[in-house]
């Protein structure tokens, strides 16, 4: 443990020396002070003393274990020493009780690929029980394995890779189906059927990859939209300013967060699910005030509306500028929305992104709800196919305006809030939404809340199916040929309302 | 009427996503090369007792992020300038206007400081888009622009001085660093950025380079995206893919605040920097205030000057910032941090500050001729100077890996400045120009001197 002594060092490079020889000691405590400092948890204190500290922020003495005062600093840790780390630790661990340890450090060697742990995992190998653990190794050293002498390492090499499904060896099967470079006719047949059924393989996680990715990108569209498919395709608004909702409904969950952090520091991992009626709530008030002061002297006139409404945009943005900063303010996410599981291999599904889907799905009940389910909807639906019959019924058709604007506004708030999660919250924010919301409200058809979902995810696929075949930039310019030829096809969108009402607009 | 909207909604995205794209990197800038070109009104000799500094920077839009801080650093140098009595026994008067991010109001605002305010100097842009976009209107007018920020080379003009790194003194070391062992011994490179003229054109200066350090095509992946692009899925799933058997390394020029949804897509998809480093050409402090650094740690930045230097000028450079912060009580508060185009914004506008002190006057010819040979102790330590041949300063590199209070740990450093090529030798077209501002040549884009030389005419 005389190592220990390089971690005091404040050089990158004494640190790596002390890494690796403590790696190599043999001594059964390295490996909690190997972990310690590839969690950012190893100290060193003034008297170069190396500490250790716990999940609960006590530290103890890395030799002794003795409880000691929380002192010191952060020992160094940068990328090179981060690569040692993880090779020792995947070597040690790979002697581990722990079978679910075992398992992810056969993972980590076989990422690394690397030939000098060949040998200890075959050793391994031999002494392994765990068959899950068994096939991991099988199949980490596959690689190696193709290259054997042995016709029949080779073939066990072929076969666990068409077992474990290895899409990244597929390259290397190819040299193993032709004549020479592989004499024995057998191992060719294999490595030529694997290759196949990894050819499979792959269309099929690309294609649900692009579903999946597509879903995720629509569904932003769509949240985003959503509001919009009430203040326009509803009522008819051209509402410039549904981008600066959206923005609001970010800046209110940036405000949340802000509030727990000073406030609720032990529940700060929850201001996100607080943050959701906040924001619903502050972008209604805001929209409910715009419609009292401004919208409701402009229905039935579009171009003075557009460009109310725009200077109306250009005013909050200002306003919230001016409260905030021009600068772009810090929305973490907050733990249990980092990260992500792999779905199938390499697709990997992050959480914030996963949340946003099914926050969509919620959001898209909750609007669905409000309009079929509640008196308000009633009313909201009479005022907008007939307004003369519904005056006539007695709805005060004023203050029904006044909670649809509201509501679509609020929507537009709850986009905000997901908005929060995956970019940037800043004052423009809004600017880059309120395009693409048009775009899906248009397209699906105007008035029609299912031919806006429709249109949302439809987009957002066919951007995904476009992306990787035509890149970024061009896969959007196609995206929005395309829309344009349906447009032209279809002026009503791609679900029409139907019946008298339509002649009514 | 529905049928209308949709079109031009479709059409008015279109030309969004089509304007990104549609500023090929050009070859060569045509440079007025006398120096009597100015046929352009100036204002008649200022006999006010302040000299105006005019002051380019975005401080709404996309770029804001990075460029208000550029607008408080150089009025802080203002400052510092007046306190000590200003120069020719003048005061320092800033003016200060906001291009907003859109690359034609840049030269609309650079006429109207050069033209109405009659200002003495520019000190401005960011992007290369906006650097283009000004670059004729400074040359009519022969005004003087200091540009501070790393670009992509292949340009020299007369009337503009560049304070930030060339492709040689940023990207070509960062590149250096990591296909070395220490840096990770990268094989495979993604190259991605923004589309506009300084990725694509840093971009063709690497596959170059990368061509002539045997990396095959087949290891190069190149790949844009849109201004603002928020969605990286696609890309770093492609990242993912690309990275299998060979050691992958993603070098980035994404602009402005794209790099928040790419770095939390890279931390969230599983990348970890230390297998796939993603190393950033505009990604400094200020960029990284604004955001959460977890999805980050560990990958790296290429600069010329890091917050975290440890040199007794940086101390005083950060204090008087620290202190400008406070005094002026600009949002952010005890925030703010200090990046490398911002100390080449200082360093820029001191050497500005000693050439009009040794010319005399502030006029713009001579304080050009006096410029190139100034020098000055930077706050990263080394005693920088200004080439007086092609106009860009000589730079320190520091490569850095960001660290979770947003500061970079410095892993890797150039033994002392190294001197600008404008011209990148690794491209064949550009490999023989020559940008050089001194007799015989004059010139910021030629193969053969301007003058000929009195070898050339003894030999005719």
Redesign the interface.
Known sequence: MAALGGFAQLS?DDVAHAVRALGESGDPRAIRVLKALRD?ELYVDDASHVLIRDKNGAMVDALSGAPVPASGHAA?I???I??VL?TLIARLELKSPDPDERLEAVGELA?RSNEEDAPAMRDALEHEKVRSVRRALVSALAEGDLASEDPKRRLGAVEAIEEAGA??LA??LAALTTAPAEPDPAVRAAASRTISSLHRKQIFVDGA?DVL?GM??GS?LLLSALGLAITFGLMRV?NMAHGELVMIGAYATYATQVFFHEHLPVHESLYLVAAVPVALVASMLVGALLEVAVIRFLYGR?LETLLATYGLSLLLIQIV?SIF?????????PPWL???T?LFE???I????MAVVVFTAVVVAFVAFVLRGTPLGLRVRAVTQNRPMAACMGISTARVDTWTFALGCGVGGLGGVALSQ???V???LGQ?VI??S??VV??GG?GKIAGSVVAAFGLGIL??VL??IA???LG??VV??A??LV??KR???LFAPRGRSVEAV | ???W???A??????I???C??EEPPKPAEETKAAPSSSAAMKPAAPTSNTIKVGILHS????M??SE?SLRDVALMTIDEINAKGGLLGKKLEAVVVDPASNWPLFAEKARELLQKDGVAVVFGCWTSVSRKSVLPVFEELNGLLFYPVQYEGEESSYNVFYTGAAPNQQAIPAVEYLMSE???GAKRFVLLGT?YVYPRTTNKILRYFLHSKNVSDDDIKE????F????Y???V??I??FA??KRTTVISTING?SN??FY??L????L????I?VVAFSVGEEEL????T?PLL?H?AAWNYFMSIDTPQNKAFIAEWKDYVKAQNL??GDKRVTNDPMEATYIGMHMWAQAVEQAGTTDVDAVRQAAGYQTFMSPSGFNISLDAKNHHLHKPVFIG?VQ?NGQF?I?WKTEGPIRAQAWSPFIPESSKKVADWTYPWVCGNCTEPKYATSDAVAKR
């Open positions: 990158g950012a160094t940068n990328n090179e981060r690569r993880d990422r899409l990244g390259p290397k990859a990715y995720s990108t932003i051209i579009p500028r900063g021009a600068q772009n303010v810090l929305v973490e996410n980092s990260g992500g792999e390499d697709v990997v992050p959480y914030n992104r995956l970019g940037n800043g004052p423009e880059g395009v693409d048009f775009l248009v397209l105007v951007n995904k992306e990787p890149g970024a930039v959007k310019i929005l040929l829309v344009i447009i032209q002026p009503q969108g | 009427m529905r049928k909207l949709g079109v909604v479709a059409c008015a995205q279109l969004n996503v089509a990104s794209k401080l709404s839009g996309t804001a992020i208000t220490k840096g990770g589309d790949e844009y995206t849109p603002g692009h928020s969605d899925q696609t890309i799933a492609e993912k893919k299998q058997g605040d928040v949804p939390k897509e931390a969230n998809q599983g970890k920097a230390q297998d480093p205030r604004g955001i959460d977890k560990g790296l949002p952010g890996e979770a740990q892993v």
